[in-house]
């Protein structure tokens, strides 16, 4: 090997290091900011929570997709590739509102019945009727697809099945309790 070649090589190593820290610095950042935040490797640029995500012991509870015996179970899954810049506003039964970001989930405790699910993404509102039964779990997706007037969401109905993977591999960054 050339000693150009090795003066390239450590170089480039070198580069590699010191992004990789200024990227911890960043998320450090974010943390004494308060918020979470998930950057788009396309657009790079990021999007961010208005508060910190719960724990990652409440995580890998959650993760687990099981019903709780004394409350209706709720799963808002937010994980599209192509969604990847807005910020969308989420609330259950017109209660304060949760700011999901892309590849994001959040667990809702809710008391049996039916309740109203709304988003606010550019000013525009999207609701959507669910039923949760005591002991039961649902799931629904926010799913952004893009066009010429910017990104349109709408709500999914996700089986378990289909919502299991995407939860799995999505952020957990609320666990509300609103019985």
């Known amino acids: 090997m050339s000693r ?6 450590c170089s480039g190593l070198l580069a590699a290091l010191s992004l990789s820290g200024c990227a911890i610095n960043l998320r450090q950042a974010d943390a004494d900011a308060g918020v979470y935040c998930y950057r788009s490797p ?7 929570t208005t508060n910190l995500p719960p724990s ?3 995580e890998a ?4 997709l099981e019903a709780l015996p004394d409350a209706g179970t709720l799963y808002v899954i937010r994980n599209r590739a192509w969604d990847t810049i807005s ?3 989420f609330s259950v039964d017109g209660r304060a509102p949760v700011v999901t970001i892309p590849q994001s989930m959040i667990r809702a405790r809710l008391a049996p019945g039916p309740h109203m699910l709304s988003m606010v993404s550019d000013g525009r509102h ?7 039964n005591l002991g039961g779990v649902e799931f629904v997706e926010i799913k952004g697809a893009g066009g010429f007037s910017g990104t349109q969401f709408t709500w ?4 378990a099945s289909s919502a299991s993977a995407q939860a799995k ?3 957990l960054i609320a666990d509300l309790d609103l019985r």
């Open 87 to 89: 910020a969308v506003e």
């Open 169 to 171: 591999s999505s952020k």
């Open 156 to 159: 999914v109905e996700l089986s």
């Open 42 to 48: 396309k657009f790079h640029s990021r999007t961010c």
């Open 61 to 64: 509870d959650a993760k687990r």
């Open 4 to 9: 150009l070649n090795r003066s390239a090589i």
């Open 126 to 132: 999207v609701d959507q009727a669910i039923s949760v």
């Open 56 to 58: 990652q012991e409440v």
